[in-house]
Each structure stands twice: as structure tokens, then as C-alpha cells.
Nanobody, 121 residues
Framework: QVQVVESGGGLVRAGGSLRLSCAAS????????MAWYRQAPGNERELVGH???????NYADSVKGRFTISRDNAKNTMYLQMNSLKPDDTAVYYC???????????????WGQGTQVTVSS
């Protein structure tokens, strides 16, 4: 069994910064790509950005230049550094990781429970 848990959400004023973490645990053999998604009330879940095992990343146009995704493969953890936050960034942020389970050697797309980010104007 594998799981991912997000942390670091909270309330911040516009222009401020937050850093989210996504920690994977359990019977992990390896982790392929990892990604951040977000879902605002009344909207569909959207991709914020993703990162490969080698550290290459790409981003949605709406966050380019403001958000940075990184990962620490030794800790099975991914981060989302969010700067210059705007009220439109308010959403529940979800982590997704493509994890190879060490007990089955099968890859599984694994979601976290989400962490709330609220940006006040």
C-alpha cells in the first residue's frame, strides 16, 4: 500500500508565498512523474504542473514564473513553491504521484487528500 500526503496549505494575503509538500510513503519501489493539481469551488480539477524523476518540470500558463515544482527523490517528496500569490490561486491543491509498488511491481496513480490554499485580496 502506498499513499501521498500533502501539507503546507493555509491562508495568505495576495502577493505572499506558500510552500506545499507532498510526501509519499508505503511500499514504494520507485516514483515516476509527480504532479500538482488544484480545484477551486465550482471548477474542474486542473493541472498546475508536473516534474519528472530527473527534475524536468513544466507548468500551466496561469502559474508560470510564479510557481516552482521541485522534488527530493531520497525523501520521496515533492514541493510546490508558490510566490506572488493571487486570489485566483485559491483552491484545494492535490498531489499525484505515479508510484511503482514494491509488493506488486505495478505502477499506480496515487492521489493525496488535498490541502486548502486561500489567498485573500
Amino acid at each position: 500500500q502506498v499513499q501521498v500526503v500533502e501539507s503546507g496549505g493555509g491562508l495568505v494575503r495576495a502577493g505572499g508565498s506558500l510552500r506545499l509538500s507532498c510526501a509519499a510513503s508505503g511500499s514504494i519501489f520507485s516514483i515516476n512523474s509527480m504532479a500538482w493539481y488544484r480545484q477551486a469551488p465550482g471548477n474542474e480539477r486542473e493541472l498546475v504542473g508536473h516534474i519528472t524523476p530527473g527534475g524536468s518540470s513544466n507548468y500551466a500558463d496561469s502559474v508560470k514564473g510564479r510557481f516552482t515544482i521541485s522534488r527530493d527523490n531520497a525523501k520521496n517528496t515533492m514541493y510546490l513553491q508558490m510566490n506572488s500569490l493571487k486570489p485566483d490561486d485559491t483552491a484545494v491543491y492535490y498531489c499525484n504521484a505515479y508510484i511503482r509498488d514494491s509488493s506488486t511491481f505495478r505502477y499506480r496513480s496515487t492521489w493525496g487528500q488535498g490541502t486548502q490554499v486561500t489567498v485573500s485580496s
